[in-house]
């Protein structure tokens, strides 16, 4: 990242953590300047992908994508969502998460059916 940057970075930053409202303007901005994505950033829509996660009863919906502009029609190459401040970065501590049941622990990626089956002998 060029010495530039890196500065406008870190104001635009602090910037947004004085004001949380500025979020969705600080990543756009950070798409279009940062990464030099500018024409290829979008808000999305509703006929951007999403999905259904039905047994936590909550669909997953970008907060902007980015498409590659000489693949005419192609789907997205780059979904991006915001959260607000304060939403935690790691997992639920329990229930609530994808895998995660109310008093039981989550799975980590890797771990499956031979965990479970160990579990039972």
Do not use: N
């Not at 771990?111 to 039972?120: K, N």
Request: aromatic share 4%; glycine share 10%; with cysteine.
């Amino acid at each position: 990242m060029e010495a530039h940057h890196a500065e406008w970075l870190s104001l635009a930053c602090d910037e947004w953590r004085d004001a949380p409202e500025l979020q969705a303007r600080w990543v756009r901005w950070v798409l279009d300047e940062v990464l030099e994505l500018r024409d290829a950033v979008a808000e999305a829509t509703d006929a951007d992908p999403s999905h259904r996660v039905a047994e936590h009863g909550v669909t997953l919906r970008p907060s902007f994508v980015v498409h590659d502009h000489s693949r005419e029609g192609g789907p997205p190459v780059l979904l991006v969502r915001t959260h607000p401040e304060g939403t935690p970065a790691g997992p639920p501590a329990s229930g609530g998460g994808v895998g995660g049941e109310p008093g039981r622990p989550r799975r980590r990626a890797g771990q499956g059916d031979s965990d479970a089956a160990r579990a039972r002998h």
